[in-house]
């Protein structure tokens, strides 16, 4: 670790510090010396990658889809730490079906979680980290996680997808409006990587209209990536942590894939 990504003394907020790349990134955050304010709509989730990360970090609950948790945890953060230098906009949700049939409530609730949280998120940072510029630091960050389905096609996955294509959206507009305010805002695109996003999914189904075994769903998954496997989480939280950090001072607007070649192919 460079002294540029030396994170000591800062402060970072991770939306969906329960699981997956959530909570690799708080601990790659902690490894790297921040203080960290972890939340997630599953409070013991939280609290176990709290005690994961180490001393430096605390767990609160949050739905990012609800404005008054948002306003919640920053009033927590205004009180107990004063300003904010790294808001990680991880939380998310992905759900599938077909275009033809999938109900209006899939992409209204991939909007509510994926896309509003993001709003309300760069919304509610913004004046705490102000607050930590005009206090003498030299950076803020936020850390936007969108997917490679924002940018390309997913069999049954067009409400995510266009869920996701809006957070680059959103990540490109604040960094524009913000470039000389001191608050750095990009956006990070994993692939299919090995979490628990799509845990309720229903199992894909064969040429007959069959639903796939596990096994099989699996290795058809994993056969469209060149690198020939899924992601791993921790695979994912370096590059965040290095958006975060002053190594990165020169980077906003940017957009960084993480995919195996999955989307080169």
Not at 199 to 212: E, S
Not at 223 to 246: W, Y
């Amino acid at each position: 670790m460079t002294q540029q990504q030396d994170l000591a003394g800062k402060l970072a907020w991770v939306t969906g510090a329960g699981s997956g790349i959530g909570r690799a990134v708080a601990v790659a955050l902690a490894g790297a010396g921040a203080q960290l304010v972890l939340t997630d709509i599953d409070q013991a989730a939280a609290e176990a990658c709290a005690a994961l990360a180490g001393p430096q970090a605390i767990a609160l609950p949050q739905d990012v889809s609800a404005q008054q948790d948002w306003q919640a945890v920053a009033a927590t953060i205004a009180e107990d730490f004063g300003q904010l230098d790294i808001l990680v906009n991880n939380a998310g949700v992905m759900l599938t079906a077909p275009l033809e049939s999938a109900p209006l409530d899939h992409l209204r609730r991939q909007y509510a979680i994926n896309v509003e949280s993001v709003f309300i998120g760069m919304q509610t940072a913004y004046p705490l980290m102000r607050r930590a510029l005009a206090a003498g630091g030299r950076d803020a960050a936020i850390v936007n996680i969108s997917s490679v389905y924002g940018m390309v096609a997913g069999g049954s996955f067009a409400a995510y997808s266009a869920s996701k294509g809006a957070v680059r959206g959103l990540s490109r507009a604040a960094a524009l409006e913000w470039a000389q305010s001191g608050i750095r805002v990009n956006c990070v695109l994993p692939g299919p990587v090995q979490t628990n996003l799509g845990a309720h999914w229903d199992p894909p189904l064969d040429a007959a209209g069959q639903p796939l075994a596990p096994e099989a769903a699996l290795a058809a998954w994993v056969a469209l990536i060149p690198m020939g496997r899924l992601g791993q989480a921790q695979e994912i939280a370096p590059l965040v942590a290095f958006l975060a950090s002053e190594a990165a001072a020169f980077i906003t607007g940017a957009e960084f894939v993480a995919d195996g070649g999955y989307t080169a192919a």
